[in-house]
Protein backbone atom coordinates (compact mmCIF):
# COMPACT_ATOMS: atom_id res chain seq x y z
CA UNK A 1 0.00 0.00 0.00
CA UNK A 2 1.10 3.13 -0.99
CA UNK A 3 -0.09 6.95 0.11
CA UNK A 4 0.68 10.05 -1.91
CA UNK A 5 0.37 13.60 -0.86
CA UNK A 6 0.28 16.24 -3.48
CA UNK A 7 -0.79 20.21 -4.07
CA UNK A 8 1.21 21.67 -1.17
CA UNK A 9 3.34 24.86 -1.96
CA UNK A 10 3.95 28.92 -1.05
CA UNK A 11 0.91 30.94 -0.90
CA UNK A 12 -0.27 34.20 0.21
CA UNK A 13 -2.09 35.09 2.87
CA UNK A 14 -5.61 35.06 2.30
CA UNK A 15 -5.01 32.65 -0.56
CA UNK A 16 -5.93 28.64 -1.51
CA UNK A 17 -4.65 25.78 -2.04
CA UNK A 18 -5.77 22.19 -2.59
CA UNK A 19 -4.17 19.11 -1.36
CA UNK A 20 -4.79 15.52 -2.39
CA UNK A 21 -3.88 12.34 -1.65
CA UNK A 22 -4.05 8.76 -3.50
CA UNK A 23 -4.14 5.62 -1.84
CA UNK A 24 -2.92 2.97 -4.14
CA UNK A 25 -1.85 -1.22 -4.00
CA UNK A 26 -3.74 -3.89 -2.11
CA UNK A 27 -6.40 -2.20 -1.03
CA UNK A 28 -9.53 -4.35 -0.16
CA UNK A 29 -11.71 -1.57 2.08
CA UNK A 30 -11.26 2.24 2.67
CA UNK A 31 -12.64 3.77 5.64
CA UNK A 32 -12.05 6.97 7.63
CA UNK A 33 -9.38 9.65 5.46
CA UNK A 34 -8.01 12.54 6.84
CA UNK A 35 -5.32 15.53 6.96
CA UNK A 36 -2.92 15.94 9.77
CA UNK A 37 -0.50 18.83 10.18
CA UNK A 38 2.60 18.91 12.16
CA UNK A 39 5.42 21.83 12.67
CA UNK A 40 8.88 21.09 14.14
CA UNK A 41 8.82 20.30 17.95
CA UNK A 42 5.20 20.47 18.01
CA UNK A 43 2.57 17.41 18.11
CA UNK A 44 1.21 16.02 15.04
CA UNK A 45 -2.21 17.82 15.07
CA UNK A 46 -6.05 16.83 13.32
CA UNK A 47 -6.88 18.83 10.85
CA UNK A 48 -10.05 16.98 9.15
CA UNK A 49 -11.21 13.55 8.56
CA UNK A 50 -14.53 11.75 6.40
CA UNK A 51 -15.73 8.22 7.15
CA UNK A 52 -16.50 6.13 4.73
CA UNK A 53 -20.35 7.50 5.04
CA UNK A 54 -19.33 11.17 4.72
CA UNK A 55 -19.25 11.94 7.70
CA UNK A 56 -16.96 15.14 8.39
CA UNK A 57 -15.10 16.52 11.43
CA UNK A 58 -13.25 19.67 11.28
CA UNK A 59 -10.34 21.42 14.03
CA UNK A 60 -11.73 24.40 15.16
CA UNK A 61 -8.89 26.40 14.30
CA UNK A 62 -10.04 25.31 10.13
CA UNK A 63 -13.86 25.07 10.75
CA UNK A 64 -15.28 27.82 7.52
CA UNK A 65 -12.08 27.67 5.52
CA UNK A 66 -10.91 24.13 5.18
CA UNK A 67 -13.14 21.65 3.16
CA UNK A 68 -12.79 17.79 3.11
CA UNK A 69 -13.92 15.49 0.73
CA UNK A 70 -12.98 12.21 -0.94
CA UNK A 71 -13.49 10.09 -4.28
CA UNK A 72 -13.98 6.56 -3.26
CA UNK A 73 -13.62 5.29 -7.14
CA UNK A 74 -10.39 6.87 -7.29
CA UNK A 75 -9.14 6.12 -3.23
CA UNK A 76 -8.13 9.37 -3.00
CA UNK A 77 -8.92 12.44 -0.26
CA UNK A 78 -8.85 16.45 -0.69
CA UNK A 79 -8.43 19.35 1.50
CA UNK A 80 -9.60 22.53 -0.01
CA UNK A 81 -8.39 25.25 1.61
CA UNK A 82 -9.10 28.69 1.46
CA UNK A 83 -8.35 32.00 3.63
CA UNK A 84 -5.19 30.94 4.34
CA UNK A 85 -3.25 32.13 7.08
CA UNK A 86 0.44 31.98 8.17
CA UNK A 87 -0.44 30.04 11.39
CA UNK A 88 -1.44 26.93 8.56
CA UNK A 89 1.65 27.04 7.58
CA UNK A 90 2.71 23.09 8.57
CA UNK A 91 3.88 19.87 6.90
CA UNK A 92 0.49 18.14 5.90
CA UNK A 93 0.12 14.43 6.13
CA UNK A 94 -3.02 12.29 4.60
CA UNK A 95 -4.03 9.61 6.54
CA UNK A 96 -6.11 6.69 5.60
CA UNK A 97 -7.69 3.73 7.62
CA UNK A 98 -8.04 0.51 5.26
CA UNK A 99 -8.41 -3.02 4.93
CA UNK A 100 -5.49 -4.66 2.96
CA UNK A 101 -6.49 -8.44 3.36
CA UNK A 102 -5.83 -10.89 5.34
CA UNK A 103 -1.88 -10.49 5.41
CA UNK A 104 -1.88 -6.57 5.93
CA UNK A 105 -5.33 -6.54 8.02
CA UNK A 106 -7.01 -2.72 8.95
CA UNK A 107 -4.69 -0.35 9.92
CA UNK A 108 -3.59 3.61 9.54
CA UNK A 109 -1.22 4.76 6.46
CA UNK A 110 0.66 7.47 6.41
CA UNK A 111 1.85 9.49 3.52
CA UNK A 112 5.28 11.38 3.66
CA UNK A 113 3.78 14.88 3.99
CA UNK A 114 3.72 17.75 1.88
CA UNK A 115 4.94 21.41 2.49
CA UNK A 116 2.28 24.32 2.87
CA UNK A 117 4.16 27.77 3.77
CA UNK A 118 1.68 30.88 3.87
CA UNK A 119 3.93 33.92 3.93
CA UNK A 120 3.46 37.46 1.70
Known amino acids: VQVVESGGGLVQPGGSLRLSCAAS????????MGWYRQNPGKERERVAT???????TYADSVKGRFTISRDDAKKTVFLQMDSLDPEDTAVYYC???????????????WGQGTQVTVSS
Open 25 to 32: GNIFAIYT
Open 50 to 56: ISDNGTT
Open 95 to 109: NVHLFSGIWGGIRDW
